[in-house]
């Protein structure tokens, strides 16, 4: 199996940070590595994540700086230009990975030699109806996250690239310094632009935040408007399908339904990030210690993780 680094860039992510760490260290085979790149926080973002490695200090967690340019960009590729894995997975620090991320992308990698960047479906974790939301995103991203006729656009908050495959691209991929482009686009892009394939798979499943639906309508429009800038800024690049235009539509719905669910929240006391994967976690726990029992009573080597059950939570 290929070795798995996890980059997370992080600005200001105080709230999230902890949930994330644990997150991606609960797994069914443990990552390479797992990078946090600080980019300038003002926050405790620092000083949590080095809490969370003293706490933790066999878990493959390493604390980066990249305060020389403030911005995504320049932070996620300083984190992929440091990782050492054969695959290099990126997400958002405030993304919660299923219990078997990293087991699944490897194996995406190692089974498809031709892969070179991968990405599958979110479920919103700070919104009610989970199932049926990851229902949904999963049918959006298969048939309109596509571009030129039907080749896979990679989402920033749920995407993996061979290691080989973003060295050759590394120098190439835009700065958008003006911060008007999707940078994950931009990344599936290049990838295309030298006839690299990417894949999407339904089992490389990620929590996110419905937070982008928390913000005024000009806000989301012009986040919505990067689809475009980015596909004009490669003009030898199309796409067919167009998917700003279901979001727009689901826009007023969640822009209404998100701050109610949150009050809802934080009336019960209840972290969603922390519970999204509760079930899936303890089942982690449980098999590696009945791992660990039966290694015991044999005096053989413990098991390395098995795949578990595909399935969203309701909580």
Request: aromatic letters at 8%; hydrophobic letters at 35%; glycine letters at 6%.
């Amino acid at each position: 199996m290929l070795t798995v680094s996890i980059v997370i860039p992080a600005w200001n992510e105080e709230d999230r940070i902890a949930d994330c760490l644990t997150n991606a260290t609960r797994q069914t085979v443990m990552p390479h590595e797992v990078i946090v790149v600080d980019n300038r926080s003002t926050d405790a973002t620092v000083d949590i994540v080095k809490q969370f490695m003293e706490e933790h200090p066999d878990a493959p967690v390493r604390l980066l700086h990249q305060d020389d340019e403030q911005g995504l960009i320049p932070t996620r590729n300083y984190g992929l230009n440091h990782a050492t894995g054969d695959v290099l997975g990126r997400v958002d620090a405030d993304c919660m990975l299923k219990p078997d991320w990293v087991e699944v992308v490897s194996g995406i990698f190692t089974e498809d030699p031709e892969a070179m960047g991968a990405t599958g479906p979110v479920v919103y974790y700070d919104m009610p109806a989970k199932r049926v939301g990851l229902r949904g995103d999963d049918s959006v991203r298969r048939h309109m996250y596509r571009a030129d006729g039907d080749q896979v656009l990679l989402f920033g908050s749920n995407m993996a690239l061979r290691a080989s495959a973003w060295r050759q691209i590394a120098n190439e991929v835009c700065h958008d310094r003006e911060d008007v482009m999707h940078e994950d686009i931009d990344v599936s892009l290049h990838l295309l632009g030298r006839s690299m394939k990417t894949v999407y798979c339904q089992r490389m499943i990620c929590g996110i935040s419905a937070r982008r639906m928390d913000t005024s309508f000009t806000s989301f429009r012009n986040y919505m408007n990067r689809f475009r800038n980015t596909f004009a800024a490669h003009p030898d690049h199309w796409r067919k399908r167009k998917p700003e235009h279901t979001l727009y539509a689901l826009y007023p719905w969640m822009h209404t339904l998100y701050p109610m669910y949150q009050r809802y929240l934080d009336r019960m006391d209840i972290n969603p990030a922390e519970r999204l994967w509760l079930k899936e976690q303890f089942d982690v726990a449980k098999r590696d210690e009945q791992d660990e029992a039966d290694a015991d009573a044999d005096g053989q080597p413990e098991s390395d993780g098995s795949t578990l059950t595909l399935a969203g939570s309701d909580q």
